[in-house]
């Protein structure tokens, strides 16, 4: 069984930085890969950031140049580090990682960009 633990949301005004954490019980080497998804009232989840196992990356539209995914194996976490924050990035994030066909998620954790 595969767990992933977010941590790292919260209240942040406009223009305002967070740095989110994904800790797996396994070694992330496991994966495929992983990434962040996140999910606003009414709107489907939808894909922020990927890192693959080789290290590959690749980010929503919304996000480039802002976000930036990255990892420490040791630690087995992932991150997502989110800078030039905007309300419409407001939503929960989830972590999620690709184990073949099977995808793990974590609970989620609340970002809220707001003055």
């Known amino acids: 069984q595969v767990q992933l633990v977010e941590s790292g949301g919260g209240l942040v005004q406009p223009g305002g930085s967070l740095r989110l954490s994904c800790a797996a019980s396994?070694?992330?080497?496991?994966?495929?890969?992983m990434g962040w998804y996140r999910q606003a009232p009414g709107n489907q989840r939808e894909l922020v950031a990927r890192?693959?196992?080789?290290?590959?990356?690749n980010y929503a539209d919304s996000v480039k140049g802002r976000f930036t995914i990255s990892r420490d194996n040791a630690k087995n976490t992932v991150y997502l580090q989110m800078n030039s924050l905007k309300p419409e990035d407001t939503a929960v994030y989830y972590c999620?990682?690709?184990?073949?066909?099977?995808?793990?998620w974590g609970q989620g954790t609340q970002v809220t960009v707001s003055s």
């Open positions: 396994r070694s992330i080497f496991s994966f495929n890969a």
């Open positions: 999620n990682a690709e184990l073949g066909p099977v995808n793990y």
């Open positions: 890192i693959t196992r080789a290290g590959n990356t």
